[in-house]
């Protein structure tokens, strides 16, 4: 049994604050630590469930953030950028039987702890046909076309919510309350290591393959930016269209093509951005 896990940061034991997140501060350093014991308490529950083989894919910013000598020398790492699938690269090899999204948050324009959608500003919703879609949303439709269920998720409380949402059979692990966007009440890394572990072993049970679901589209997506110039710059990519003042859309057959569109926008954006006004 071969489990898939994605490490995002934001929704880390202890992260509250964008320095906490941001590659080369103090509080970055501090919390890779954390990060590191969240990740590694899923490896050892996964372990402990069954588990042959659990790969960590980073997910966060550089993807350069884990801590790899304080992981489990079973475990494997998948560190660094450029990758087909960003976020769930390696789950279309198609042996991995479970994935989990540990460290996820919530999506841009809602509530929860550093709550964004890939750029950490400037996209201020993001919607797949009509709903609401925060990154594990959008990432759950991904894996799904390869028949691996999401099988744990871990973050802040609203993280949870969210998750029940695309992952309904999926266990959770709330590592802090939301209070603000800058603000948690935070367990300790002690107990949300005990925590994640414990959740790990009771979901390996659920990694069972299921039938790939290819041809689930078409596939809409709709991003909202705090700029109109963002949008514009956005329509460089092809297939994507204005559909407002500071929004654009674009359709995919499959969500495979659909995330690799995404990825181009957010590129394309974040290079539109200028320093003083956005």
Known sequence: MKILISADMEGATGVTWPADVLPGTPQWERCRAMFTSDVNAAVLGFYDGGADRVVINEAHWTMRNLLLERLDARAEMLTGRHKSLSMVEGVQRGDVDGIAFVGYHTGAGSEGVLAHTYLANSITGVWLNGTRASEGLLNAHVVAEY???VILVTGDDLTCVDAAGYAPGAVTVAVKDHVSRYAAVCRT????????????????ALAVRRDPVPGGGPYTVELEFDAEHLAMSATVVPGVRRSGERRVAYTSETMYEGI?????????VSAAVEEQYG
């Open 147 to 149: 028949g691996v269920p």
């Open 189 to 204: 890394p002690a107990r949300t290591a005990a925590d994640i572990r414990a959740a790990a072993k009771e979901a390996t």
């Open 260 to 268: 690799r569109a995404f990825k181009a926008v957010t590129t394309v």
